[in-house]
């Protein structure tokens, strides 16, 4: 990740993001790359003090979790928001906060973690299940294949809710890119930060930033997470 290793390829300009209508912006990138797989471009070794045909490819992208949605064309929102799990994402609809939670993430730890069997420390319950396996490129090519997607802001946009893949993902015009395992990574320390900032929030108690509150604590107590003592209740909704 040192500067001098990076290139900017390409800057989007204007007032909004994207979004799906990404794949209009990268076409040129990709051809780009089609070319640096098949045919390679003439580079000058200064050290062996010849040329050589260099070839690339893309190996993965690195991405938050909304641009993973733009990306790979899965709808990252609602109740099947993981692309791993996809139909199986584990979710719970909260009551009092109107959120949506994603549970049970002791399905990805190895079968006989110790973890698995604590039951206090995450929602109560143990987890024996084994977590689902991820779709390869092949079977998600096979899924978006026949979608029809029409970019830009057409008047008639089809609203097709049933199906969690939006779009045919422009990196599968790159002809490797189903052959790979992992095709888009998330920026961890993105996401880091965003989890850190939470904690913090919460812990130093700035309004704005923090996730505690009448609602989350009633969503609590209702899961058996935690227990609410009328007390509580009275004092946060008179804070509030
Ligand atoms: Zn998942």
Not at 66 to 76: D, K
Request: some cysteine; glycine content about 6%; proline content about 3%.
């Amino acid at each position: 990740m040192k500067r001098k290793y990076m290139m900017l390829s390409m800057m989007i300009s204007g007032p909004r993001q994207p979004g799906n209508d990404i794949d209009v912006y990268l076409s040129s990138l990709i051809e780009d790359l089609k070319k640096l797989r098949d045919e390679g471009v003439l580079v000058f070794d200064g050290f062996q003090n010849e040329s050589f045909q260099m070839h690339a490819m893309l190996f993965c992208t690195i991405n938050d979790f909304p641009a993973y949605g733009n990306l790979s064309g899965y709808s990252v929102k609602d109740h099947h928001a993981c692309p791993i799990c996809e139909e199986d994402t584990s979710y719970i609809q909260l009551k009092h906060g109107r959120k949506i939670v994603y549970a049970r993430h002791q399905r990805f730890l190895k079968p006989h973690h110790p973890y698995r069997r604590l039951k206090k420390a995450f929602n109560g319950s143990q987890e024996h299940e084994i977590a689902s396996i991820p779709l390869t490129g092949e079977q998600v090519l096979q899924q978006v294949e026949h979608l029809n997607t029409i970019f830009g802001n057409t008047q008639k946009k089809e609203k097709s809710k049933s199906c969690i893949w939006k779009k045919r993902s422009i990196f599968f015009d790159l002809s490797y890119w189903s052959d790979l395992d992992i095709r888009h990574c998330i920026d961890v320390m993105h996401v880091e930060k965003n989890v850190c900032d939470s904690v913090i929030g919460m812990l130093v108690n700035i309004q704005g930033k923090m996730k505690d509150g009448l609602n989350t604590r009633q969503d609590l107590a209702e899961l058996g997470i935690c227990w609410i003592s009328p007390a509580v209740t009275f004092w946060s909704t008179f804070s509030l």
